[in-house]
């Protein structure tokens, strides 16, 4: 009898960062059960750099790692593994979440160095995708780096009183009362009640600005309101993206989407302009602007969609070694951040997990920046080899203060993810602008995208993952996420996805970590001053980057 075996065509999807060079290679499928329509997928795994510490701060980096495969050109499904039936080399651990939707693989022991995990194998039940015996399947396998932050208390506030006068208003902080500079204690994820007291409390210090359709608009402190015990906290343990969002990444994500529509609504051009001439997508530009290489051909491929690409040097050449793939994704609006990490099923971070990311278990410092100081470099650096995977700073990276990109002034847009710390021999925090865990540009670069305690929309979110698929016009569509079915009131609270609803408007989102935009200030780890605000524009300035419940 004639058996029939799935016939691979494999295409390895990676991305490749001189600090971490994490690569995805020699993916296959094996060992096919025509019974129980189930097979094996095997790959080998390598990146630099890696660790694992049980001493202080007693964490590891981590690749979080997940598929898509499809038939032919029909769209591509979110691949989920089975628990069981899967391998690891000796000195690696893997680690599958309850949802199935990827997995997390470190190291098994304290270590650091380079890392090569070779033969890892996963079960696929092909079959309960709706995958006949005889398809033919494209698959597609994305690793992106994480950093472990473990459980524990932290604090959240800087003990810094101030006040801006230079026309923009004040900058809130989290403490204690209006006569206690001290910040929050946060000491489990149990709801938190704020109060009106003169010290010893959860005081709400905000003066926030909120933009609304009609502008923008002042919200005073000491709002008396409660955090439910679902909204993430920071107090559990969470992987974190150890780099922003790439501009590799962007383009990997925007050629996995199922239509030219998809791609319209995740990008700045119109796609279905005819004749299309402003190649730059994000930018909608003829011309590279702000260091944003991502371009796409002029012309669909034939099946609906567009080809996309990076081309920094615009020599139409698509690819090359210095076109900008590991540059910070730009021109990133909250809608589509919210898309590439419900697609990666990951989540957006709260702002107090961001907090704590970057402080850790340390006291807090007035004004600090997330290396744990208040000073930063002021003078602009100069880039070696721009563009390429070794993008370097040279001759300008300070020993004594921070180092960050924090003014428009110091670039001509975003740098490579990690350059500060490709940049040294001698690596400290201070030098590499790296939090206390290790996660790399929470101060400065790009913006980062986090969800608000500070409005009733923000606190409806209740940490829940991003299941890798969008609704058919591109949007995220997990529940109670910010902006869900187009809630652009903070005060209405965020809800479960209505049936054609997805994440297009901005309710509970916030900014947090400063940018290239100028206004270093912004960077600093408890500078609340955006934490609600959110402009619906595309900028130069605004990016992300996600998070995961650990397991």
């Known amino acids: ?22 690569i995805i290679s020699n993916v296959s499928l094996s060992e096919q059960n025509l019974t129980t329509r189930t097979c094996k997928i095997k790959f080998d795994v390598t990146w630099d750099n890696s660790w694992r510490n049980s001493s202080i701060p007693g964490n590891w980096d981590a690749a979080w790692i997940f598929i898509k495969a499809r038939q032919s050109l029909s769209p591509y499904l979110h ?31 304290d270590g650091s160095g380079n890392v090569n995990f070779t033969d890892c194998t996963l079960l696929w039940d092909y079959g309960q995708a709706g995958i006949p015996n005889d398809a033919t399947i494209e698959l597609k396998v994305f690793a992106i780096e994480m950093v472990y932050v473990p459980q524990g208390s932290f604090k959240a506030g800087d003990n810094a009183t101030w006040y801006y006068s230079g026309g923009s208003g004040h900058y809130g902080y989290f403490k204690q009362g209006t006569a206690d500079n001290e910040p929050w204690n946060i000491l489990g994820e149990d709801p938190i009640t704020t109060t009106n007291t003169a010290s010893d ?20 402190s000491g709002e008396i309101f409660t955090i439910p015990d679902y909204f993430p906290k920071g107090y559990n343990s969470v992987y974190c993206m150890k780099y922003e969002i790439s501009q590799q990444q ?11 529509t998809q791609q319209n609504n995740r990008i700045e ?26 371009a796409c051909s002029l012309t669909p491929n034939g099946n609906g969609y567009n080809q996309f690409f990076c081309d920094l040097n615009n020599n139409n050449v698509a690819n090359e070694s210095d076109d900008g793939h590991n540059i910070a994704c730009n021109f990133l609006k909250w809608p589509d951040v919210a898309s590439y990490l419900d697609w990666a099923a990951l989540r957006p971070m709260t702002e107090l997990e961001f907090e704590k990311i970057c402080r850790g278990p340390n006291e807090a410092v007035g004004l600090e920046f997330a290396w744990g100081t208040s000073s930063f470099a002021t003078t602009p650096y100069s880039i070696d080899l721009s563009g390429s995977a070794n993008e370097i700073i040279s001759g300008g990276l300070s020993n004594n203060t ?24 001698n690596p400290t925090r201070m030098i590499t602008g790296a939090t206390y865990y290790g996660v790399m540009e929470m101060s400065g670069n790009v913006t980062e995208f986090c969800v608000s305690v500070g409005n009733v929309a923000g606190r409806a979110y209740n940490g829940q993952h991003g299941d890798g698929l969008l609704n058919p016009q591109g949007h995220a569509n997990v529940d109670y996420w910010p902006g869900i079915n187009g809630n652009t009131d903070h005060s209405q609270a965020n809800i479960a996805t209505i049936t054609g609803g997805g994440v297009t408007a901005s309710a509970g989102i916030g900014w947090r970590g400063g940018s290239i935009e100028g206004y270093p200030i912004l960077g600093y780890v408890s500078n609340r001053v955006a934490a609600c605000t959110y402009s619906p524009t595309r900028t130069y300035s605004q990016g992300g980057r996600g998070v995961r419940s650990a397991p």
């Open 402 to 425: 921070g180092n960050a990109s924090l003014s428009s002034t110091s670039s001509s847009g975003p740098l490579r993810c990690g350059i500060f710390a490709a940049s040294t021999s």
């Open 250 to 260: 962007y383009t990997d994500f925007l050629n996995s989407l199922d239509n030219q």
């Open 79 to 109: 691949v989920n593994i089975l628990d069981y039936g899967y391998s690891v080399p000796n000195g690696a651990t893997m680690q599958i979440p309850a949802d199935r939707k990827g997995f997390f693989l470190y190291r098994s022991s």
């Open 201 to 220: 409390g959860y005081y709400y210090n905000s003066w926030y600005w909120i933009w609304t359709p009609q502008g923008t608009i002042n919200s005073g």
């Open 269 to 294: 051009s119109n796609l279905a302009e005819i004749p299309f001439t402003n190649k730059y997508i994000m930018s909608n530009s003829a011309t590279v602007n702000y260091r944003n290489s991502i």
């Open 1 to 22: 009898m004639k058996k029939n075996y799935i016939f691979i065509l494999v295409l390895i999807c990676f991305t490749t960062i001189k600090a971490n060079n994490i």
